[in-house]
């Protein structure tokens, strides 16, 4: 795994990217599994903040981040997951040329709708898998498969964002 991989996670009200995220949960989940709360959160936040800016004021909100995120992957339940505000686009595609030309389509999208929202391009094959869909590029909104194996034209993604994103 790269070792500049960013995740975006949420820390308090905003969306965060974490250099490294994924390298240091796959790590630590046979080294902390059996670790109390206050252990994981502590020793994430050791280890991720030698590539991540943190402030002094905001390490409390993102120990419980990571402490979230880490739970996630081992698939425990999490009981202090953030709500979800605004919208939250993932493209899946290990970086072909429609894939990349997917993610262009769509910011091109946002930009000329004015909407907003938190786009991560997940480009790792075993990521891509655990969104169960069987070609790529693929894109989801707020969760929802809206295609697979093609780039939706300009009008299809204007549509599908400004319907997720309440507008009419």
């Known amino acids: 795994m ?7 996670i949420r820390v308090g009200d905003s969306s965060v990217g974490i250099i490294g995220l994924k390298a240091v949960l796959e790590e630590a989940a046979g080294e902390l599994g059996d670790r109390t ?7 994430l936040l ?11 004021k905001v390490r409390a909100e993102y120990e419980t981040a990571f402490l979230r995120e880490f739970k996630k992957h081992l698939g425990r339940p999490v ?19 429609q894939c990349d030309r997917l993610e262009r389509e769509l910011m091109q999208v946002m930009a000329e709708t004015g909407i907003s929202a938190s786009v991560e391009h997940v480009r790792d094959i075993r990521e891509i898998g655990k969104y169960g869909v069987m070609g790529t590029p693929a894109l989801l909104i ?12 300009r009008r299809q993604l204007a549509e599908w964002l400004t319907e997720a994103s309440g507008g009419s």
């Open 79 to 97: 009981d202090n997951e953030p709500p979800q505000e605004g919208l939250e686009i993932h493209v899946l595609g290990p970086g072909c040329v």
């Open 2 to 8: 790269p070792e500049d991989d960013i995740t975006q």
């Open 46 to 56: 050791k280890r991720l903040e030698t590539k991540n800016y943190i402030p002094e």
């Open 37 to 43: 709360d206050e252990e994981v959160r502590s020793e």
């Open 142 to 153: 707020n969760g929802r498969v809206k295609a697979v194996g093609r780039v939706p034209t």
